[in-house]
């Protein structure tokens, strides 16, 4: 059997074991047992991945195997991973993992909320192994349909709105893609709808200029790509906060993912012609998602635009199309995955005591709660790349990338997305001079407690990762670099 | 050499230990492990400047080493960032300042911020500052530089915030960081554009060799100048962002609100020369292929240099003097490398006079400036403010930081033959050579120098006795010691023998005074010195002939010339206020707005529509009869 499986069968036993639970605490060991063990098969593949790859096996995918499931139409659950794939895996474990630890205290309906959590991730983690486009867009949409009764139930402020908004933007953007991928699957002459057999069909120029956009606007959207973006701030805002997490942390790496693997994958020459015109749109976003912050009030809005400006970023390196940049891309994804899961909780943990997230409202708060202060100052630099933590290395990788191309248009537009650097900083030290810094605003605060464990063991596990590849990128880069290898010289 | 690890890895573990162990630690504990691990890398870095000026001469020329080097991060096929140790006579220069000036403040802090909440965090974060400098010195590569460059920044951001709850330091804090990371900006586009061409970022590898390596940067134009012209020009203002050159100076005043013994480090020794040291370190470059922009350089120095002179003579806050004459003898140290001419310095050539003098320079001023503000320091505890109108008479009191601050105020003034008479005259020196004009500019310039530091050193130690109510104290020892011991480098730091050891090309030179510029030096010091004794020795009269408070140049210097509301001006009233709102705004409506409007549509028409389900079974009947007939006619006509 395909090790592979594991990360399906994991989350499909967690939902049926959750059925049959009767109280809170069973819940929880379900939740606890079951992402514990996400975790370490997370590790054990990487561990396998980087064994193999040593001994020198050089296919594009490892960890192969292949099931057919609707013959006439090709339909097959083929599964594989290369270096971006168990890189995804590994994050979207973590996040489960935390988001687990986050939530520990949600009410009501703690068992619901945890069964949707699970086909939330058993979504995530079967888009990152399938090689398969049906499959792929399926989990997309198992991902997709629990983020709206999330939201809808446990979320906050507009929420229904928000749930709303959310879930039609997403599903006007699956049936781009929908379109596209039954576009690519018979223009190839509708043999295989195996992404690496796909990569050796042509598919004729005219029709990839159409498949390329709609597949690269239909990913894009999840993505956060500008000017379709909004679902994410008002999505963002009234999620609970193991959603948002998991959300802005693996959710809209699905984005990016995607339109590395389907759109650029695929259609090289499309992406060649295209590529100025959503560069164009991605360097817009990296710069309006950083001005926009400057002026938001509430915490997750904030960081809501903040990861609007970053994924943009993402799929900017991506356009570049350059090992390095690519490499950078992955890493920013890591490392926004990681650092904006970190925002999310401590911002959920904050408003828990707080009961409100207007950073007008608040002040002085790194007196009363050191640990989330200094969390939160460390979230913070990460988000600004500060070297040392992750945002730095990803973003250096980055923008050397994108200045390998040696036009002027690709090299003004590279400068304009650098300078999100500064733009970065501008919104991060006033958020935190505003709330965590200063004189007290409001004396009920003075009575919040610091972190408890579990709060504790979350934040301390992001961090740890974050730190971890600021200080110490060279493997995770490499590895990351040399699959891509075979996809781009 | 490869000890040398020990210098960068013993307060990076120093910072994380107190870091971690917070407040864990007793305040005493952490104050003496921060002390102890300081003064091991103080032992270490003496032993290394040791170790390399008796051992790495070669035909006798200094030679650079790397004792240690290893990849950080590959990005693309032949570039790679490294993180490595480079020994070279500056950066072994600047090893011994850094760690001198460093273990000075452990010590002075342990006395002057006793008692302070967040006693440990101070300790940890001044580990972190020592170990981000140090990196910064000693890096290999422009990339290494840029990482501990923008560690430093973030050090520095912690450290003037370090009074959190005070709104002013929490502003401070954050203009401080803004501005150098705008700074940053360029240097980080330049070294892009450079590293494009170059395809390393070793300065070895880039400035080795016959310079073949730059001659591509050099072929390829923008805009009428060279890529590596651009490249140079934008790297000088990261530069000039850490350095506080005119008009990113701005945020180095404010970062007064830090507490004084991080000042003394922080915002006089050491980050502040940063940007001096980065194009000393790239000098090759600029002098072989760029002198244009070397030349820029000392225009903006001198410009500066006497611009924040100027605003010196009229502050009163007596760290803010302090904050412009450091920025003024920054000014100082880009002059001297800007009129460099060439990389020789022999008694034949005396092209790279303002290379030497200008790192001579950094080292006495880092000596002098941080036991000002130490002494400052002391002044301040003693009387509980920051303003010289609460001061005056202070000599009796505070007898030793009365001669130790003497000291220094002769030093900066040029009075021979304390250490900052030498530095700065060879400074004046290397300017006359490059042009007269030049030389009068920076000898008005260190007129109002002295001016300005004994209108300062009069209004605090002399004038009318002093009236507070309690009776000032003289600083306990941990902080009079580091003082004394500051002051006495400072007496005999001119005699050192400096060109033997730092040049630009690495060949030994033998300082030589130049008598005529000496004597002129000498006279004007002498004049600026007798003019703020006239003024300010006795209780302070105002002679007829200054300009009065209300005038329109003493306002505008005291507000700094209003370059600071400038500032505000572009960033709250037209970047947040005309570009980011309207943006946040265009965003909920104009782009989001498409979207509701996209589903308002969409409600709409199937409002309209629902109609047809009305349910009604005539109605069905109907319209399925007419259906029929329609079809069946496009049957009978086509």
């Known amino acids: ?489 | 050499m490869e000890y040398t690890l020990l210098i960068l890895l013993l307060p990076m573990l120093s910072f994380v230990g107190i870091g971690l162990l917070g407040r864990k630690l007793s305040h005493r504990a952490a104050g003496i492990s921060g002390t102890l691990v300081l003064t091991a890398v103080t032992l270490l870095s003496y032993l290394t400047a040791f170790d390399y000026f008796t051992t790495q001469k070669v035909n006798g020329v200094w030679q650079a080493i790397q004792p240690y080097n290893t990849t950080w991060l590959n990005v693309g096929e032949r570039l790679h960032i490294d993180l490595g140790i480079l020994l070279d006579p500056i950066s072994v220069m600047m090893l011994v300042v850094i760690s001198t000036v460093s273990l000075m403040v452990h010590i002075y802090s342990l006395g002057y911020m006793k008692g302070e909440k967040g006693f440990q965090r101070y300790y940890s974060f001044l580990s972190l500052f020592t170990f981000s400098m140090m990196g910064l010195v000693l890096a290999t590569n422009i990339f290494q530089m840029y990482i501990f460059w923008e560690l430093v920044g973030v050090s520095s951001y912690l450290l003037i915030g370090f009074y959190y709850t005070k709104p002013e330091a929490v502003a401070a804090s954050k203009k401080a960081f803004i501005v150098t990371r705008f700074a940053d900006l360029f240097f980080l586009i330049g070294i892009l554009v450079l590293s494009y061409f170059t395809q390393t970022f070793d300065f070895e590898a880039i400035m080795g060799g016959d310079g073949s390596i730059l001659s591509s940067a050099l072929g390829t134009t923008f805009l009428g100048a060279s890529a590596l012209t651009w490249a140079m020009a934008l790297v000088f203002i990261g530069a000039a962002g850490k350095s506080a050159m005119f008009p990113l100076h701005v945020w180095l005043p404010d970062a007064m609100e830090g507490p004084t013994p991080v000042s003394a480090l922080i915002h006089a020794a050491t980050m502040v020369v940063a940007g001096v040291f980065l194009v000393a370190r790239l000098f090759p470059i600029y002098i072989g292929f760029t002198p244009e922009v070397l030349q820029g350089i000392a225009y903006v120095g001198a410009f500066t240099a006497l611009f924040a002179a100027i605003i010196a003579v009229v502050q009163t806050d007596i760290k803010r003097v302090l904050a412009f004459s450091t920025i003024s003898q920054i000014g100082f140290m880009m002059v001297a490398l800007g009129v460099s001419t060439s990389m020789k310095l022999t008694p034949e050539d005396h092209g790279g006079l303002g290379y030497m003098a200008s790192m001579f320079h950094l080292f006495t001023h880092a000596m002098f400036k941080s036991l000002l503000f130490l002494g400052a320091g002391s002044v301040i505890l003693a009387v509980n403010s920051n303003d010289m109108k609460d001061m005056g008479g202070l000599r009796k009191h505070l007898p030793i930081t009365h001669v130790t601050f003497l000291v220094a105020c002769l030093a900066i003034a040029g009075i021979p033959p304390l250490s900052g008479f030498v530095s700065k005259d060879e400074i004046v020196t290397a300017a006359y050579q490059f042009s007269t004009g030049m030389g009068i500019w920076m000898t008005v310039t260190a007129g109002f120098t002295a001016f300005y530091m004994f209108r300062l050193y009069f209004r605090i130690f002399w004038g009318k006795e002093y009236r507070g109510e309690v009776k000032p104290k003289e600083s306990p020892r941990s902080m009079t010691y580091p003082l004394i011991f500051l002051a006495l480098i400072t007496l005999v730091g001119g005699f050192i023998p400096f060109g033997q050891f730092v040049t630009a090309d690495g060949a030994p030179y033998t300082i030589r005074l130049n008598s005529t510029v000496a004597i002129i030096s000498v006279v004007v010091a002498l004049v600026g010195i007798g003019l703020a004794t006239l003024l300010y020795r006795k209780e302070e009269k105002r002679a007829s002939w200054l300009p009065s408070r209300s005038s329109g140049l003493y306002k505008a210097a005291y507000n700094r010339f209003y370059i600071d509301d400038a500032y505000l001006f572009v960033t709250k009233k037209i970047i947040f206020n005309n570009i980011s709102r309207p943006l946040a705004w265009f965003d909920r409506h104009v782009i989001d707005g498409a979207m509701n409007g996209l589903a308002w549509i969409t409600n709409r028409a199937s409002d309209a529509i629902k109609g047809f389900q009305s349910g009604s079974l005539q109605w069905y009947a109907w319209v399925f009869l007419l259906g029929t007939l329609l079809i069946t006619l496009f049957a009978i006509l086509l």
């Open chain 1, 1 to 489: 059997m395909n090790f592979l499986i594991v990360f399906i069968l994991i989350p499909l036993l967690m939902l049926f074991a959750l059925f049959a639970t009767r109280n809170r605490k069973q819940v929880l060991a379900v939740m606890v047992t079951g992402s514990s063990a996400l975790v370490l098969a997370s590790i054990y593949l990487t561990v396998r991945y980087i064994l193999l790859r040593n001994s020198g096996v050089a296919e594009t995918m490892l960890f192969t195997s292949s099931y057919t499931w609707f013959e006439p139409l090709n339909i097959g659950f083929s599964l594989g991973v290369d270096a971006v794939s168990v890189t995804m895996l590994a994050l979207s474990a973590i996040i489960v993992f935390t988001g687990t630890f986050v939530s520990w205290k949600i009410k009501p309906l703690t068992k619901e909320f945890f069964i949707w959590f699970c086909l939330l991730s058993l979504g995530v983690f079967g888009f990152f192994i399938t090689t398969d486009l049906f499959t792929l867009f399926m989990f997309y949409e198992i991902a997709l349909i629990p983020m709206y009764l999330l939201i809808g139930i446990w979320g906050s402020g507009r929420r229904e709105y928000s749930a709303m908004k959310l879930t039609l933007m997403l599903m006007g953007a699956a049936s781009l893609l929908i379109v596209g991928i039954l576009g690519i699957y018979f223009s190839t002459g509708a043999v295989s709808m195996n992404l690496l057999d796909l990569k050796e069909i042509d598919i004729p120029l005219n029709l990839q200029l159409l498949f390329f956009t709609l597949t690269f606007v239909g990913f894009g959207v999840l993505g956060a790509l500008f000017p379709f973006h909004t679902w994410s701030p008002d999505g963002h805002a009234a999620a609970p906060t193991a959603v948002s997490m998991l959300h802005a942390g693996v959710l809209m790496k699905l984005g990016g993912y995607g339109c590395f693997r389907v759109s650029i994958g695929l259609m090289p020459e499309a992406t060649e012609i295209l590529a100025p015109v959503f560069i164009v749109l991605t360097a817009i976003g990296v710069i309006y998602g950083a001005l926009s912050a400057i002026h938001q009030t509430d915490l997750k809005y904030i960081n809501a635009y903040s990861s609007v400006s970053h994924c943009n970023l993402v799929l900017f390196a991506i356009l570049m199309l350059t090992r390095t940049a690519m490499t950078g891309a992955v890493l920013q994804m890591i490392s926004h995955g990681l650092m904006t899961a970190l925002f999310f909780a401590l911002i959920g943990m904050i408003y828990e005591r707080t009961h409100t997230r207007m950073i007008t409202e608040m002040g002085g708060l790194m007196k009363v709660i050191p640990f989330l202060g200094v969390s939160f100052v460390i979230a913070g630099l990460a988000s600004l790349g500060l070297p040392g933590l992750s945002g730095f290395a990803a973003e250096m990788t980055i923008f050397v990338g994108a200045f390998e191309n040696a036009d002027l248009f690709r090299r003004v537009l590279t400068i304009v997305a650098v300078s999100s650097i500064v733009v970065t900083a501008v919104y991060i030290l006033r958020m935190v001079g505003k709330f965590l810094f200063g004189p007290m605003q409001n004396r009920k605060h003075l009575a919040s407690i610091d972190a408890v464990w579990y709060e504790k063991l979350a934040v301390v596990i992001l961090i740890a990762g974050i730190a971890y590849i600021g200080m110490f990128p060279l493997g995770l880069s490499n590895l990351i670099s040399d699959s891509l290898a075979v996809i781009i010289k």
